[in-house]
């Protein structure tokens, strides 16, 4: 089993920064890959960003050159950085959390945290 909980998130204005943190309940070297996705009202829930056991990232098109994930292994946190955000950005942020279990895996889930863009 794994906790997350996100924190970081509120109303900001576009073109300004917020920093969302998930904070993991076991080590985060324990953990095959870890994500944030989003979801809008109306829209399926997307990837955002992700970072693997390996230290390698991935982002969606979209957040490419304004959002980094990174992780702080010694507090078991995982944080996505967020600039230059725009209206389209508004949405729930949920932290993702794959764990190897057995021959497969297992993805749990944080209860997220809403971002505003708005003026």
């Known amino acids: 089993q794994v906790q997350l909980v996100e924190s970081g998130g509120g109303l900001v204005q576009p073109g300004g920064s917020l920093r969302l943190s998930c904070a993991t309940s076991?080590?985060?070297?324990?953990?095959?890959?870890m994500g944030w996705y989003r979801q809008a009202p109306g829209k399926q829930r997307e990837l955002v960003a992700a970072?693997?056991?390996?230290?390698?990232?991935n982002y969606a098109d979209s957040v490419k050159g304004r959002f980094t994930i990174s992780v702080d292994n010694a507090k078991n946190t995982v944080y996505l950085q967020m600039n230059s955000l725009k209206p389209d950005d508004t949405a729930v942020y949920y932290c993702?959390?794959?764990?190897?279990?057995?021959?497969?895996?297992?993805?749990?889930w944080g209860q997220g945290t809403q971002v505003t863009v708005s003026s």
């Open positions: 993702k959390a794959v764990v190897v279990a057995g021959p497969g895996t297992s993805d749990y």
């Open positions: 076991r080590s985060i070297f324990s953990i095959a890959a």
């Open positions: 970072v693997t056991g390996g230290g390698n990232t």
